[in-house]
């Protein structure tokens, strides 16, 4: 910014003088909140088991086996199912998360970013798994292509979720309705909305 000073000959003096701006940027604020979560259709698991990893990591290595195992249905039926440490039945937070994230496309505001999203966390996932509970469990026998799968089936689900999140820019209400918009575009596991195929399996909502 530049100064004008009149001297006592009348000659006019320009002064330079650099002006102080200060930046202020607010810390983070951490917050968390719980949610419960309700299934509002069945919740089918199809965990692809290390056998099968393995199996297509040897094909795309060029690695061949000779022979056909007989098939084990309920051991596929097992090994589909995601399974917490203590033996009970859980479903991926990343799952859940990136429902939420891409709830955002849905919310009807431009600016709000998944950037916003993106640094949540569920703090109760178990070896990245979130506790699930139902009320009964059954088989859904279907075709895929050639193949007859057995798909474990979970009714009347439920589950609850403890979100860490930057109330800066998040706060708990944005979180529950985007829980809500997730639930109804997204879901989790196979068969649900965010399949390409739009299906309707494993939908959920706030209780």
Known sequence: MKHIQVNPNGRLKMENKEKQTEIRIAAINIKKAKFSVKGKMPLLMDRMPEETLKAIEDKQSGITKSGKKVRDIQDEIKKAIHILPDGTVGYPAAGFKAGLIEATSFVGDKMFSKKLIRGIKIMNATNGLVPIKYKKQDILVHNVGSNTKHTPQ???????????????????????????????????GIWSPRCKSGGEFGMYTLT
């Open 154 to 188: 979970f009714h009347d689900w439920t589950c609850e979720l403890v979100i860490q999140f930057d109330a800066n820019n998040v706060s708990e209400k944005d979180i529950a309705i985007l829980i809500n918009y997730a639930g109804f575009y997204s879901g989790i």
